[in-house]
């Protein structure tokens, strides 16, 4: 019998492509989903809240939690880990909630053999020039931190194609609502595979 489960969405995409704002836009409409705070051993940046924005971890906090087999994935990116609590992704899914990650491209990689059916979606800058300009107007990374995560960027948009789906965010009405949709869709897919599904066992056989 097919598990009756949440649906796993991944929306990555280089740093300051916008997933965070479609992400935040998405939540403020009425939705199903929940969204996993993922681990990070970054420094809080002003504003940022402990157990909203992040779980902020030091490195030998976050290097136990790993060895605990405790995250559902994890990554290095420039000088710091991330990663998402494994527990609250299973139970979330396995309660029948459609859960949100928004991670960098080398965890969604991972993500990706061990939930093969989740709904991987990328999301793209017009340019490297206006992905830099987003970065720089945000205002959180140093100089050099700007260059690391540029340099980050093009090797993650060469890791495109291994995404269900590309969604260019020029415009930010336009990506969450193509966001929107594909969640829509995806839902409305599975739901009718469902039924298909109970359907035909429903049916004696003659
Ligand atoms: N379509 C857009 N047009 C112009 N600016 C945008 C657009 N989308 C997002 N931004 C701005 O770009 C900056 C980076 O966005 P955001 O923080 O959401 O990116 P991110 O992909 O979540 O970054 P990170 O991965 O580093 O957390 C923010 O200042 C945001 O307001
Ligand atoms: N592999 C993972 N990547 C994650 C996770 N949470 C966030 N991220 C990504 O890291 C970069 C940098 O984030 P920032 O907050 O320092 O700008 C960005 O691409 C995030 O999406 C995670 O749990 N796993």
Known sequence: MIEEKGILFILSGPS??????????????????????????????????DGVDYFFKTKEEFQELIRQNKLLEYAKYVDNYYGTPREYVEDMLAAGHDVLL??????????????????????LPPSLEELKNRIVRRGTETDSLVRNRLAEAKKEIRMMDNY??????????RAVENVRTIIASEHLKRERVEKQYKKILEVELP
């Open 16 to 49: 300051g492509v916008g997933k965070g704002t479609v992400r935040k836009e998405i939540f403020n409409r009425k939705n199903n989903l929940k969204y996993s705070i993922s681990m990070t051993t970054r420094k809080m940046r002003p504003g940022e809240k």
């Open 164 to 173: 269900d789906y590309a969604v260019l965010n020029d415009d930010i009405d």
């Open 102 to 123: 928004e991670i960098e491209v080398q965890g969604a990689l991972q993500v990706k053999k061990n939930f093969p059916d989740g709904v991987f979606i990328f999301l």
